[in-house]
């Protein structure tokens, strides 16, 4: 079984830019988290998602910051207008129902020149 | 508020025990341990849910009490392969989202 793809794995944009990236859950996995995670520190909750809705977003930043997982297709998490402070590693997790372990993709490693 | 850990790091022997804690000011619905090394994504380890549970597989282990909102991990006789950084999670009653800990920086020598 596949487990959670994320892509790209790794991002460069420039300041101003928009910055898209790509989650797919493991099959049969309905819940999507995104966390992020700066050098040498812990992962930060941004939001959880189920398929058309958002559950939780109580860790996104209020501006540029938005997630979707729509019902066919990939969750995404757009940052628009990227400053240097964004450059982070972005990880995405799944599970099959909530309150249950997630698992994690590879990350997508973002860095805003 | 992200829950503590403690110790911040710790440096091993093979073979020897290690003990990692977790504790929250909040009432706690689950705990959830992973390790993640470095440049990798974080691997789950163990999911503890309310009611005073004890986990284990091969030589790792964990424990959840309730009543004071804390949980332990128990490492005993170490590999080389338990290096890493390990960080609990966890749920608060009410909520659905992980919180991590900081992160407790594991290094096993030989």
């Known amino acids: 079984n596949a487990g959670v793809m994320q892509n790209p794995r790794h991002l460069v944009r420039r300041r101003g830019q928009e910055a898209r990236l790509r989650c797919s859950p493991v099959k049969g996995h309905s819940h999507v988290y995104w966390y992020r995670q700066l050098p040498e520190e812990g992962l930060k909750f941004m939001v959880y998602?189920?398929?058309?809705?958002?559950?939780?977003e109580s860790g996104m930043p209020k501006e540029r910051f938005s997630a979707e997982f729509p019902k066919e297709g990939p969750s995404i998490l757009r940052i628009q207008q990227v400053v240097r402070g964004d450059s982070a590693a972005y990880f995405c997790a799944s599970s099959p129902l909530g309150d249950h372990e997630q698992y994690f993709g590879p990350g997508t490693r973002l860095t805003v020149t | 508020q992200q829950p503590v850990q403690s110790p911040q790091a710790v440096i091993l022997r093979e073979g020897e025990d290690a003990v990692i804690n977790c504790s929250s000011s909040k009432a706690l619905y689950s705990v959830h341990w992973y390790r993640q090394k470095h440049g990798e994504a974080p691997v789950f380890l163990m999911i503890l849910l309310k009611g005073g549970e004890q986990k284990g597989h091969d030589k790792i282990s964990a424990s959840f009490n309730e009543k004071k909102q804390q949980s332990s991990l128990y490492l005993t006789a170490s590999q080389l392969s338990y290096s890493g950084t390990y960080f609990c999670g966890t749920v608060d009653t009410g909520r659905r989202a992980l919180t991590f800990g900081s992160g407790t920086r594991l290094q096993v020598q030989p």
């Open positions: 998602l189920q398929k058309e809705n958002i559950i939780d």
